[in-house]
């Protein structure tokens, strides 16, 4: 596998691999450069994926962090603050080196659009920085569509055991593509708050989460997550919204509608600063929950948040 160009200071290509073999062979080839190199390595990849790449790299796996993407980057949302950034972060004077496969063949069409803004997004959380990040791609298993934004929202390709330029580069129109308008459930139940409201929908909202199948640690998730969104909605969202929460497909899904715009497309993936004070309500939904899909226009703002009964 050809290397990425010493004078490209961030790097983000994609693999593209039809078969294990070629799978190992490309991983383990960019973990050991990046080990003979100096450079601090991450691993994550769905499971099975991960074991490859463990068998392949042999007593050198001892010195890379290997995390199970399936558990990590369950949601899209959290992988860039707390996989991507956090393993770099740790590193800050060094240039570090990271493969990161958010999508798999798995991943249900609810997820996916989350995913590929992800993907469309790491280019801007992480340009100027001395970072490499290898996104592999299943060819065989993915869809042609998943393949082709591959393409727009990594600089480069690698296939064949060559890498070039792609020539549809263009991250900022995944995530215009995939900003789609977010339609409820009709069988779901609403509430409508303003500021002095605020503990009655979040009593609503553990009510309903509850009836709905939620329990223990996850109906803990789910009120963390609508008191956060809802008080953003009072304080920067027009000052009132409208919860909406159902069950599909074995989620409960909450959904906040509000006046509010995010301008700020890496909003909730931008870890705080350090003495930073605000500005990690919607980072702890990323975290807390499986799926979190966001809409915005200038007409407002939705954000809905998905958690596994």
Known sequence: ??????????????????????????????????????????????????????????????????????????????????????????????????????????????EYPACAQHEALINAAFTGRAVTILCPYDEAGLDADVLADARVTHPTVIAGGSEDVSESYDWR?????????????????????????????????????ARLGLAGQRLQDAELAVAELTTNSVVHGGGAGTLRIWAEAGQVVCEVRDGGRLIDPLAGRRPPERGQIGGRGLMLVHYVADLVRVHTSDEGMTIRFYLGM
């Open 1 to 110: 596998m050809s290397s990425v160009a010493v004078e490209e200071v961030f790097a983000h290509p994609a693999l593209f691999y039809s078969s294990e073999h070629e799978y190992v062979r490309e991983t383990v080839s960019f973990v050991r450069e990046g080990l003979a190199a100096g450079e601090p390595v991450a691993v994550a990849v769905p499971g099975p994926n991960l074991e490859l790449i463990r068998a392949g790299l042999g007593t050198d796996a001892g010195d890379v962090r290997l995390l199970d993407m399936t558990e990590a980057g369950r949601n899209p949302g959290r992988i860039i603050p707390r996989v991507l950034r956090g393993f770099a972060d740790a590193h800050p004077e060094r240039r570090v080196r990271i493969i990161g496969e958010p999508i798999w063949a798995g991943r249900s069409a609810v």
């Open 173 to 209: 129109s995944v995530v215009e593509r995939y900003n789609e308008a977010l339609v409820p459930a009709p069988d779901a139940a609403a509430f409508a708050y303003g500021a002095q409201e605020l503990p009655d929908v979040r009593h609503f909202a553990a009510g309903e989460a």
